[in-house]
Nanobody, 126 residues
């Protein structure tokens, strides 16, 4: 089973930026998706962004498009989430996850991701 380790979270002021990283312990086979989800206190875990590999197709939650960018360094087995113009409502624990053999309709589906990291806290202060 792959191990996913997130890093890069922290405390940032409104309007600031953070870049999260997620490093996988092994390189996945072709046709998989690496996704980012987040969970705020008292709320369900929600989809943020994903990249489907090897097609390199990217997907975003509609409300976050334009502020968040997902990228990947395949040589480092690492996926990134660049977050700009952060707002207090972005405060959450951010999780990295992997889905094998995804189809377009399952990219945003939390239950279809079998492997998860431990999460990294992002706090945006006003």
């Amino acid at each position: 089973q792959v191990e996913l380790v997130e890093s890069g979270g922290g405390l940032v002021q409104v309007g600031g930026s953070l870049k999260l990283s997620c490093t996988a312990s092994e390189r996945a086979s072709d046709n998989h998706a690496m996704g980012w989800f987040r969970q705020a206190p008292g709320k369900e875990r929600e989809f943020v962004a994903a990249m489907r590999w090897p097609m390199r197709q990217t997907y975003y939650a509609d409300s976050l498009k334009g502020r968040f960018t997902i990228a990947r360094d395949n040589a480092k087995n690492t996926v990134y989430l660049q977050m700009n113009s952060l707002q207090p409502e972005d405060t959450a624990v951010y999780y990295c996850a992997r889905q094998l053999r995804p189809i377009t309709s399952t990219i945003r589906t939390r239950e279809r991701y079998a492997d998860w990291g431990q999460g990294t806290q992002v706090t945006v202060s006003s």
